[in-house]
């Protein structure tokens, strides 16, 4: 899942000051949030079945984001917009954050 939130990348956050392995750590970080972000929307619609369903695949296996994302996406068919929208919510937060401190 992360992979495919990567993919996603908000474009408009200037990491470019940075060395190349923390550009590499900061982009891992912000995709965690947006992953974690997304989860909470798809979270809410599924349903109770299939929440205990992903509850079993996590506890069986967290690491496996093959498995996790072909879940998500077999129960959740606008999942890449989510992903897109969530995507694009952190960067226009995040904007807002950097204007806000700049001034």
Not at 12 to 38: C, E, H, T
């Amino acid at each position: 899942m992360e992979k495919t939130v990567n993919k996603n990348q908000p474009q408009g956050i200037n990491l470019g000051a940075l060395p190349q392995k923390k550009q590499q750590k900061m982009l891992m970080q912000i995709g965690k949030i947006i992953f974690q972000r997304v989860l909470v929307r798809v979270l809410d619609e599924l349903t109770e079945d299939e929440k205990k369903e992903f509850d079993t695949l996590i506890g069986k296996s967290p690491d496996d984001e093959k498995a996790i994302l072909a879940f998500l996406k077999d129960k959740v068919h606008d999942l890449d917009e989510i992903v897109k929208a969530e995507t694009e919510r952190f960067k226009t937060e995040t904007g807002d954050i950097m204007r806000q401190a700049q001034a």
